[in-house]
């Protein structure tokens, strides 16, 4: 997988930054979260609406597919993130931008198909989102396969950080497989060791995580999707923003489209890319909303680290970024290849 992501780096056209909107290529148009590894997804849902003549959520469901097979960047699909207990777990979304119908699964357990799982969730549900054993119950009554989400190497990174006493951990009183004792708030004079509860600095920061992918049929219907096996060493039966419908991606085939990855605990504090599409309806420029969006997210966590991208009905398209250097990828219209953009931090732009 590494030697073929290296191939395709080797001859991608790379433009740099998008703090102002870039010009739409054409349609169909596929753009999503993250450049390199994440260009297969890229390729795959363009073909589906270029060649294949689908829609614009078959095109969804097909590029995120690719990344699960694929085990993009090791943050997509199987065999990666493991849990506090070794386990891997997924979460997807699909939303429809013309009907606002969204399927969502949400810590799935043991089945490979996240987001087909969420697009068996919009079709054959009246139910936006459905969680944990009972969303792999529904999938294995939709004809899904039971199967471990472990490898042998996600197993190995598991039990290797554990030796390192779990460090790093969200648990804000220590992790579990340190031994330490609780401070017991009736017996103040005891001599408890006490744990220094850490700030958000020194949480477990993402890597490329999420795929957000959203997809433009050439009659202008939008759709968008993501996938992700979520925060690696996170407590069992964490959620991330990456199926929560606004947060991790939003579209409205009236206004234009967004995808978001990141600190998946903070952006859907604030739904990020609700707001990018709503400011897209109120005139913004995709630039202007998605550095708005961040911004946002930034006055009240300055060390947060969100990457957005952003897109109008016309496929232009831009992306804003705090934290860390955000790409993105796109290819519409008449692109041979897909096309990767660089986005600098806001902060280190000066704006």
């Not at 958000?200 to 049929?217: E, F, G, K, N, Q």
């Not at 219907?221 to 069992?236: D, E, F, V, W």
């Not at 897109?311 to 705090?322: E, F, L, N, T, Y």
Request: aromatic share 6%; hydrophobic share 40%.
């Amino acid at each position: 997988m590494w030697e073929t992501a290296a191939v395709l780096l080797s001859f991608l056209p790379l433009a740099v930054d998008a703090t102002v909107t870039q010009a739409s290529p054409g349609l169909p148009m596929v753009i999503n979260t993250w450049g390199g590894v994440f260009t297969a997804a890229t390729d795959t849902a363009f073909l589906s609406l270029r060649d294949g003549n689908g829609s614009a959520l078959d095109a969804v469901q097909a590029g995120c597919a690719a990344c699960e097979r694929n085990q993009c960047d090791g943050t997509v699909g199987f065999g990666g993130s493991p849990d506090e207990g070794c386990e891997t777990t997924l979460d997807a979304m699909i939303m429809d931008g013309t009907t606002f119908n969204v399927g969502a699964v949400a810590a799935i357990r043991r089945v490979k198909d996240a987001i087909a799982v969420a697009r068996a969730v919009l079709e054959h549900t009246s139910h936006s989102m459905l969680a944990g054993d009972q969303a792999t119950t529904f999938a294995l009554e939709h004809g899904f396969r039971e199967e471990s989400l472990s490898t042998d190497a996600s197993v190995a990174a598991c039990e290797a950080w554990k030796k390192k006493e779990c460090e790093p951990n969200f648990r804000l009183d220590g992790p579990r497989c340190r031994a330490y004792t609780r401070p017991h708030p009736a017996s103040e004079h005891r001599q408890v060791p006490l744990l220094v509860q850490r700030d958000s600095d020194t949480r477990p920061r993402p890597s490329h995580d999420t795929i957000s992918l959203v997809a433009l049929h050439a009659e202008g219907h939008l759709a968008a999707g993501t996938s992700t096996n979520g925060a690696a060493h996170k407590i069992p039966g964490r959620v991330g923003d990456g199926p929560i419908a606004g947060s991790g991606a939003y579209v409205d085939s009236d206004a234009g489209g967004c995808g978001a990855t990141g600190d998946g605990d903070i952006l859907m504090r604030f739904l990020p890319c609700y707001q990018a599409v709503e400011s897209l309806r109120r005139g913004m420029s995709p630039a202007d909303a998605a550095a708005d969006a961040v911004r946002r997210i930034v006055g009240k966590y300055p060390d947060v680290h969100v990457g957005l991208v952003v897109v109008d009905g016309q496929g232009r398209h831009a992306g804003a970024a705090s934290g860390w250097v955000f790409t993105y990828a796109y290819r519409g219209g008449s692109m041979a290849e897909t096309s990767v953009v660089t986005v600098q931090p806001l902060g280190k732009m000066g704006l």
